[in-house]
């Protein structure tokens, strides 16, 4: 009913050519604009579609619950409530939720964190588009 | 990116990481199922490759990648032999070559197109299949026994990730991750904790017990990135190992708070505390003045910490003496090969401190009489069971603290020396007059003398004593000795003292006309007054009799060209030794005793004989330090042939 539900409402086409019709819905969470506009820009190439965005991570769980993407990429690093803390409020409302985890290098002990709290897969900045677009394929399809 | 001030860290990292191969090499050929060992020389050789890729060093980064897969080969249950560590052997020689032109040069070009192509041929030659690295304990066995009683299966998963995954024990995270939701993971190679520290290259294996078929575990890998191969194959129980006791003490090394210092920041602060020690003494003598208690009081305060102080910067230059000796477990093997001996060697006392300037002044020294000893002292293994030894020899090096001084000992049991040898020897070169007699010691001592004994003439004497000359004259440098010991057909052992360090000594001040003079304190034997009519000249050398012995005397000042001593009754003369040597140093005044710093001369004057550097006194004043080894060398002793 659910699947259905949001197949449904986003099925519109973010290319405007008419090429996917069902684009897989994104939420993306960094408390920096400039890495936000980065990931949706490479995303938005690949035919998903970014539904929403969130600088910190409270903001995260409130537009999550609002929107319900199907995929979440999430920074570690922001003010309010951190990348991890957001993942455990996120799972624990949506057992289902699918996160990337977004990390600089180095971090490698809060990746592992994440991915204990039930983060999907990770990306290590500086992004490469083909990784992205890589962990969003294995992950969402 | 500017690299050069990385330079110095790669330079002295890379030394060591080398130096580790070699002894691990070492380790390895008296233990070639040494897993632990074969692990870490593959570390080392793969932190080598990256460190000399940042650098920039290709030659050098191609060379160490190629000795990576031969290690790796290795690791995965290629046997170790002889050829490979011959080889290897050779490789490592090859790469600190190539590893000291790349630091020189910015690149190496000594041709490295043979060895590598020995690697290669080695490499490709038929590899066992390889073995899964898993080490199974009964309790492990037992839980695979149980679960296959379960109908579960015990699945032996290697993945290879790709090269440029930037996260790997992340990674390594999320496969461990995703295989739990199937089964249970008994165990992995690397242990987890060396994945989650990405103390792995690109490949781990996971022992995995589940229902799930081989494709369906295999199907798991399609979800997760940056996997480039993945094999999925039933475990083969009696070919994985036991575990070996170095794998169940685990890889705990080298966790200690290291900081790294150049050793240029060191020599600075010493200086520094150097000045400070002569500015306490200052303050000590106008302290002695006052009669302000508190004022005195802070005065010994600050006398005390300072002490204090100097000993701690001291310490920060004392390096365990093992740096010299790293080399030669492996020197003493070459030797021992190339001249057909058997040698076992013994090191003791590696741990023993000492000046850092010591420690690089001392390799050479050593060296030869490691030479010596391997060469001359053993006897070949055939002589040696005809003399009812067994056959194969040892040497042992021994480094000891002994009060302020450390006391190295190499000593051999090998064929000893032939006193009276030594004596005609001595005699045809016109060393000693023939009717001189002189003691067992005496005699020994004569090997030190210059060119008492040239390579041609060796073996038939004594088997000792290339070069002893040489040897003595540079630990003099070092203000230290050097005394033999020998018995035929027992052996010889050779004791090298040295001070601790050379950058602070307690000195004897003296004033010889105008000039003041440091005598280091360890070379004074005791201080007398002698009345002048007692001085007599024997062989037109002035000499007194201390203690029924003669005893040469030294004019200080007309040594150093200073002019004539002061016209006194009571001559006060310092009787210094430097072994068995003695002198009788006449000078006009002693001033007492007190620590100097040594400041090095500069090179036009460094080569002054009997200078051994200079220092500033309390009033600012410039004193120079007398190398009494120095002096007795200008100075002809009595026994020495005067027909020279």
Known sequence: MHEYERGGVHSHDPMGNGAIAMAHTILVVDDTAFMRMMIKNVVQKHGYQVIGEAGDGEEAIAKYKELRPDLVTMDITMPKLDGISAIKAIMEFDPNAKIIVCSAMGQKAMVIEALKSGAKDFLVKPFEADRVIEALQKAVG | ?644
Do not use: C
């Not at chain 2, 990576?68 to 290629?78: D, K, S, T």
């Open chain 2, 1 to 644: 990116m500017d690299l050069s001030e990385y330079k110095d860290v790669f330079a002295a990292e890379a030394r060591e990481y080398i130096q580790t191969l070699n002894d691990d090499l070492l380790d390895l050929e008296q233990h070639p199922h040494d897993m632990e060992v074969l692990d870490r020389m593959f570390r080392g050789a793969h932190s080598l490759k990256g460190m000399a890729g940042t650098m920039g060093y290709e030659e050098l980064q191609q060379f160490t990648h190629e000795m990576e897969n031969v290690l790796n080969a290795l690791r995965q249950g290629r046997p170790v032999d002889v050829e490979i560590i011959n080889q290897l052997f050779t490789a490592f020689d090859l790469l600190e070559i190539l590893l000291e032109e790349s630091l020189e040069h910015g690149e190496a070009k000594t041709d490295t197109t043979e060895v590598l192509e020995n690697l290669r041929s080695w490499l490709s030659q038929e590899a066992p299949s390889v073995q899964p690295d898993f080490a199974l304990g009964e309790l492990d066995k037992e839980e695979i026994r149980q679960a296959s009683q379960q109908g579960e299966q015990a699945w032996n998963i290697r993945v290879l990730l790709r090269s440029n995954v930037l996260m790997k024990s992340a990674r390594a995270y999320t496969v461990i991750q995703a295989l739990s939701r199937v089964g249970t993971i008994v165990q992995t190679s690397p242990p987890m904790a060396d994945l989650e520290e990405e103390r792995f290259d690109n490949e781990f294996s996971v022992l995995l017990l589940s229902k799930a078929a081989a494709e369906d575990i295999k199907d798991i890998f399609d979800k997760i990135p940056e996997i480039d191969h993945v094999t999925v194959a039933e475990l083969d129980m009696e070919a994985a190992k036991s575990p070996t006791q170095s794998q169940a003490a685990t890889t705990k090394r080298r966790s200690e708070h290291f900081v790294r210092v150049e050793t240029d920041r060191l020599d600075k602060l010493l200086n520094l505390v150097g000045e400070l020690v002569i500015s306490r003494t200052q303050v000590l003598e106008l302290g002695a003045m006052l009669d302000d208690n508190t004022a005195r009081g802070a005065i010994v305060q600050l006398d005390r910490v300072t002490t204090e102080l100097q000993y701690a910067a001291m310490s920060l230059r004392m390096v365990p003496i093992r740096q010299v000796f790293d080399r030669f477990p492996r020197m003493v093997r070459d030797l021992a090969q190339a001249g057909g001996k058997q040698v076992q060697l013994r090191i003791t006392g590696q741990e023993t401190e000492l000046d850092r300037s010591l420690v690089n002044e001392l390799g050479e020294p050593l060296v030869h009489l490691l030479r010596n000893a391997v060469d001359h002292g053993l006897e070949s293994p055939e002589e040696r069971l005809a003399a009812g030894k067994s056959e194969v020899g040892t040497i042992s090096i021994a480094a000891r603290h002994e009060g302020s001084h450390v006391v190295i000992e190499i000593s051999d049991d090998g064929r000893g020396m032939d006193v009276e040898k030594i004596r005609q020897k001595a005699m045809e070169k016109g060393l000693i007059a023939p009717e001189a007699s002189l003691s067992p010691r005496e005699l020994l001592d004569l090997v030190f003398q210059p060119g008492f004994s040239t390579a041609d003439n060796i073996t038939d004497i004594s088997g000792r004593g290339v070069g002893m000359d040489a040897v003595r004259s540079a630990i003099q440098l070092l203000n230290g000795s050097v005394e033999l010991a020998t018995e035929l057909g027992k052996g010889t052992t050779v004791t090298i003292k040295l001070p601790l360090t050379l950058a602070i000594i307690k000195a004897l001040m003296v004033r010889a006309r105008n000039e003041i003079y440091a005598i280091p304190i360890q070379s004074i034997q005791e201080n007398i007054l002698v009345p002048r009519e007692k001085v007599k000249t024997i062989q037109g050398e002035k000499v007194i009799t201390l203690r029924n012995q003669v005893l040469p005397l030294l004019d200080l000042a007309a040594q150093l060209d200073a002019g004539a001593l002061e016209d006194k009754n009571m001559l006060s003369v310092i009787v210094a030794n430097v072994g068995q040597e003695m002198v009788g140093l006449v000078v006009d005044e002693l001033l007492g005793q007190q620590e100097v710093v040594i400041k090095t001369l500069d090179s036009n004057l460094a080569s002054s004989p009997g200078i051994a550097g200079a220092t500033i006194l309390g009033n600012g004043q410039v004193a120079l330090i007398l190398d009494v080894a120095g002096l007795l060398q200008q100075e002809k002793t009595p026994y020495r042939a005067k027909a020279q």
